[in-house]
């Protein structure tokens, strides 16, 4: 009895030895992945979030370079602002954190919230902007309230500073925090979460050279986030400066020449491209994008029918009315389907099949040539001879200014018009080109659509005779030493074919619509300098109720394009004023200021103390500004319909 006990009892021995050895073995096994993951696998991880215990980076922005006009006067500069940002590796309660810091400062919970979520991943090493442009009360709140909020810090950041308001908005564009979209897209690897870049304008097209380089500060820091010492530094780098064409002075005349009306203008040299005012308004403020935009001035831009974020000079499309006729005039010289005797009877309306075609004076021009056509308006005019010409050869004429294409001003999202043609209408639409069709495009009306570059580049075209300059908005690049890095060349990229004599011809014409007795743009002249010009008023809609009156956005377009001087042309003018009715009443007199600034700012400044005065005193009393020769228009009814 005793043996068998002794034997089952060592058996037992042995199955307990095996059953604990396979334990010790199953925990040995597992110790030795455990330590394979944490040493081998994930070495660098640990590493890091060890270094980071006791090592923090504080990021330091760097300025945005500046922005100014050709005469050197800054139009955006930099001013400094605040930022609250943490650092999640300190942080032991977020939940907790994020509602200490809701109500200490006021601030949005859920949006800060968000901010930490979207940026954890990419901001492992980089402290995570939860709420910026904070107040100088909010600053003081989080250095008192120190100890309580562990992983908090205050980062200033530069945010940018327009000198002139809303001057050029639209021109000069606005900054706003880096999106994830953009984070995670090409030419965005050097960006992290809470950095500022340009959205539009010159800010967003010229991004890369503006930014600069941003630095930092690697510092060591106790448990309690207590700065020990720098261990190293890089300092930030300035970004360039751009010099723009444009000249404030002209600019600010010509916005406020505008007034509540919604339109766009641009002004350019014809002898080189450069713009010298490019204006679209409504403006807005582009400070308030720098942070959070507050809901109700949002809302209101969304609601305002002028749509005054919308860059109406560069991507806003317009019939140009009999803007256009130049064109048509000079499609007719060149194919020698008129010269400058030829003749028509225009006795208010014309006919084609079962269709009538109306000019705008109902009773007619009577016997109407070129020059007379052009200073008077005279539908019907272009009406016969777009019928001869056919809807190609007013095309081919167009493109020859190239129009209906971008002309590559530097920024984004330039439209590109519309030209039409019969191939064009068989692709777009599968149906033929109608005879009765050709008409209304010879007078800039149908399917024609321009943008207001567009127009000043025709108009400048026509002025220098033939030359197509690209027009552009930046002069020059510099450094922060004001050293030249980029200067932007005279581009010609087309020549219009026409004759010297069918050049010669149009300018005569609109030299008529300026000067002559009952010319349609008598508001456009000026008292020491000769002005060419041409009116324009296109449909909006067919039909109207003239008994009722037309609806704000119903009412047709106001449009004005001119040159000067007359004899030797140095800059072209278009102006859009959208449901402005009349472009002699409406456009016209915009021209006028905007060149009446342009003329005035090359003559030299006055010595007399009383002609210096603060040109910002007199800007509600725009009246007093108007050449006498606009108000005589205003008063006498003079102008006709265009």
Partial sequence: MKERRFVRELLESKQRILVLSFIVGVVFLFLVIRLWHLQILNADNYQAMSENNRLRF?????????????????????????????????????????????????????????????????????PIVLASNITRDHVEIVEENRMR???????????????????????????????????????????????????????????????????????????????LRTISESYPTVGNSVVLTIDAAVQKQAERAFGEQAGAAVIMDVTNGEILAFVSNPGFDPSLFSGKLPPDIWQGYLDDKRHPLENKALSGQYPPGSTFKMVTALAGLQNNIIDDSTSINCSGSYDLGTSTFKCWNKKGHSSTNLRKSLRESCDVYYYQLGEKLGVDKIAAAAQAFRLGQPLGVELLNERSGLIPTSDWKQKRFGKRWYHGETLPVAI???????????????????????????????????????KTLKETKTEVIGTASFSKESFRLVKQGMYAVVNDAGGTGAAARQYDVKVAGKTGTSQVVKLRDSKLGTPYQYRDHALFVAFAPYDKPEVAVAVVVEHGEHGGAAAAPIASRMLRAYFDSKKPPRKDTDASSNEDEDEGNDENNVPASINETRNNGDAAHD
Avoid: C
Avoid at 74 to 82: A, D, I, K
Avoid at 103 to 126: H, I, P, S, V
Avoid at 453 to 458: D, G, K, N, P, R
């Fill in 444 to 482: 800039g009306q149908g399917a024609v659509l321009l943008t207001p570059i567009q127009l000043a580049s025709m108009t400048a075209t026509i002025a220098n005779e033939g030359t197509i300059y690209r027009p552009h908005l930046v002069k020059r690049i510099v450094d922060a030493d004001g």
């Fill in 58 to 126: 504080v990021p330091i922005a760097a300025s945005r370079g500046a922005i100014l006009d050709r005469t050197g006067k800054v139009l955006v500069s930099n001013r400094p602002s605040f930022s609250l940002a943490v650092v999640p590796q300190e942080v032991t309660d977020k939940e907790a954190l994020l509602t200490l810091l809701a109500t200490l400062l006021g601030l949005d919970r859920a949006d800060m919230a968000e901010r930490w979520e979207k940026n954890k991943g990419r901001a492992k090493y980089y």
């Fill in 149 to 227: 909020l562990p992983g908090i810090e205050i980062e200033m950041k530069p945010v940018r500073e327009y000198s002139s308001n809303q001057l050029a908005a639209h021109l000069l564009g606005y900054i706003g925090e880096v999106s994830e979209k953009e984070l995670n897209s090409t030419g965005f690897e050097d960006y992290n979460p809470g950095d500022y870049i340009g959205k539009n304008g010159i800010e967003r097209a010229l991004e890369k050279e503006l930014h600069g380089g941003d630095g930092g500060r690697q510092l060591e820091v106790d448990a309690r986030g207590r700065v």
